[in-house]
């Protein structure tokens, strides 16, 4: 087989967030390795990087996914401000709307100790534009809600833009001497022993094993350490070696909406100092809208879970069905006036999901390691995934993030996996 591209010290496979933030640490703590990332498609951020609403967040029930999120904005920020590098960021909050008995109160109050949380009675919904505080009956009782009677707004949230976030780690890793190698998909992970006997049938159960290469369209690519970052991709190549990936895909859509009452709606908000309406959470089914400001326009999105298949299509499309059916009777229920509005845009992707705790898997098996199950927060947790596998990497038990906070690598991983099940999850 040819060799493709010579031995390398760490081959990153994926060319998402988690795969250039992995990139970017490994490289930056040891200059002198030789990296490379490796990605089919033709650039960096066209998987599920590039698909995501794009809203950060650092509301999470989870101790573990409130330091990941808001060690990353905390790193963000500081690019934003200090490196004159736009990532597009804008801290337009992130507004939980609330009904009477809401069942994600108590996690809420718990997550104002952590963060800036501002509450809104219903005095001050009733400032806000488009928002009706009445249902009519057989429409409340048709689709199981209830009306908003107050709000949380999480103030170090907002949204940015994927490709410009993907971007700086894309920028810095050429500038550090960092290897890209596109339009090259990875087929195979190449099991050995780490000392062949050339036997056939080799790696036996009683020899040492390793990764010794990759089957890549074009031949082969050796490393010594290998970073798996191909999110919900990732059962492709572990599966053949009889590793699990722990996680499962999940399809998720979203529909960029627009008209005249949503141009109003989106930069008529005096509630925050931006002047834009936050990323918004209905009381129920998750149902959640992002504003596009550039665009005027809104994106609508909502996670459905029983009755959508695990399956994995090679181009998700989003269904307008699922918009007009699912959606839009209950965005219309909180603001009547988004109901004329028009589909302008619509796409799919899917959440690397991890279906018992919701946090990410970052764990070591002989000489790789893997990065997944980001469960649809991934971009705003991408700076500390990234420290965290370099850490690992370095064969340390604990990394320090952005924001000063300690976590123990173990945590993340499978044998010695601590994290509670995370609620927050859109
Ligand atoms: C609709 C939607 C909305 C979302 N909204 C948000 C949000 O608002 N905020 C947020 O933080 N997160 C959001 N997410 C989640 C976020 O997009 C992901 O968590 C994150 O992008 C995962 O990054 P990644 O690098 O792990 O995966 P990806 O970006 O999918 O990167 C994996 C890469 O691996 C490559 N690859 C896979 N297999 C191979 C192979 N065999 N050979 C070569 N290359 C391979 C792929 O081409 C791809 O580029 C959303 C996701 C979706 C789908």
Known sequence: MEDAGGVYDVAVIGAGITGLTSAYYIKKNDQSLRVIVIDRARSFAQGNTGRATAGFRDLFSSGINFNLSNSSISFYRSIQDGSNYDMGMKFVGYMFLLNEDDSRLDVLDEVRRKTKVRVLGRDELEGIRGLSLEMPGEESSLLGIKPAVSAYIGENCGIFEPDLVAGFYFDELRKMGVEFLFNTDVKKLILTPREPLDYPGEPFLWQDKKIGGLDI????????????????????????????????????????????????????????????????????????????????????????????????????????????????????????????????????????????????????????????????????????????????????????????????????GVVKREVPRERFVL
């Open 217 to 412: 369209s074009r031949g082969e690519i050796r490393a010594d350490f290998y970073v798996i970052a191909t999110d919900v991709w990732t059962d492709f190549l572990l599966g053949p070696v009889g590793i699990d990936s722990h996680m499962r895909p999940r399809k998720r859509q979203v529909f960029q909406i627009g008209g005249p009452h949503v141009e109003a709606m989106l930069t008529e908000f005096s509630i925050n100092n931006t002047g834009i309406f936050p990323f918004t959470v209905l009381p129920y089914y998750g149902v959640h809208f992002r504003p596009a400001p550039k665009e005027k326009q809104m994106r609508v999105s909502a996670p459905d879970y029983i009755g959508r298949n695990f399956s994995l299509e090679e181009y998700p499309e989003a269904e307008k069905s699922y918009y007009e059916y699912s959606i839009k009777p209950v965005l219309q229920s909180y603001f009547p006036s988004l109901g004329d509005a028009r589909i302008k845009g619509m796409w799919a992707g899917y959440y690397s999901y991890n279906t018992l705790d919701a946090h990410p898997f970052i764990f070591r098996d002989m000489n790789i390691i893997v990065a997944t199950g980001t469960s649809g927060s991934g971009l705003m947790k991408g700076d500390a995934i990234g420290r965290i596998v370099a850490s690992t990497y370095s064969g340390k038990e604990r990394t320090e993030l952005f924001n000063g906070h300690e976590i123990e690598n173990s945590n993340l």
